[in-house]
T-cell receptor
Framework: EPEVTQTPSHQVTQMGQEVILRCVPISNHLYFYWYRQILGQKVEFLVS????????KSEIFDDQFSVERPDGSNFTLKIRSTKLEDSAMYFC?????????FGEGSRLTVL | QKEVEQDPGPLSVPEGAIVSLNCTYS??????FMWYRQYSRKGPELLMYTYSSGNKEDGRFTAQVDKSSKYISLFIRDSQPSDSATYLC???????????FGTGTSLTVIP
């Protein structure tokens, strides 16, 4: 069964460092998303991406964040200068129409 | 007013019980409704997807959407210990728009 895959599963970084989280969405899907979940809290929307551009972003998705689809399969989230409060699970998701499928997540720990 | 309200529980039931999980929402434009199951430190797993109003059944799971009351439900019949997880509702107005999540209901099924 097709699935969304994410790498790395866990990344530990120092505050101020840049981090790139990678995702391979389901192959025929058109819409791509990043969400995050701080431990014990709700799933929060970061950004949606369609037709090679951002279609919607939240207040969380400020200038330190960027997304890119560098080729036909990968979808990346870059955090330019990580802060302690960026520690969270980051989930990539994709959809064709309606149903939204999530990856297993990348756990980011900022020290 | 929050977009999506969900009772966080925790909910504890004996094995074999019928479980009822609910969410209310405020945005009448929502038309895509989903229920996810999430185990600790894992990605949300799509359980049920409903477009617009009505009921949908899949095995032991039944999803109901009442758009007039802005209320959605998930019923789990013959609950099993393996159903112990956090259940998230999510909804969106359009494909490509963000999906709004409830806070999740923690369910424990006691053998």
């Amino acid at each position: 069964e097709p699935e969304v895959t994410q790498t790395p599963s866990h990344q530990v970084t120092q505050m101020g460092q840049e981090v790139i989280l990678r995702c391979v969405p389901i192959s025929n899907h058109l819409y791509f998303y990043w969400y995050r979940q701080i431990l014990g809290q709700k799933v929060e929307f970061l950004v949606s991406f369609y037709n090679n551009e951002i279609s919607e972003k939240s207040e969380i998705f400020d200038d330190q964040f960027s997304v890119e689809r560098p080729d036909g399969s990968n979808f990346t989230l870059k955090i330019r200068s990580t802060k302690l409060e960026d520690s969270a699970m980051y989930f990539c998701a994709s959809s064709f129409i309606g149903e939204l499928f999530f990856g297993e997540g990348s756990r980011l720990t900022v020290l | 007013q929050k977009e999506v309200e969900q009772d966080p529980g925790p909910l504890s039931v004996p094995e074999g019980a019928i479980v009822s999980l609910n969410c209310t929402y405020s945005n009448s434009a929502f038309q895509y409704f989903m229920w996810y199951r999430q185990y600790s430190r894992k990605g949300p797993e799509l359980l049920m997807y409903t477009y617009s109003s009505g009921n949908k059944e899949d095995g032991r799971f039944t999803a109901q959407v009442d758009k007039s009351s802005k209320y959605i439900s998930l019923f789990i019949r013959d609950s099993q210990p393996s159903d112990s997880a956090t259940y998230l509702c999510a909804m969106s107005a359009r494909t490509g728009n963000q999906f709004y999540f409830g806070t999740g209901t923690s369910l424990t099924v006691i053998p």
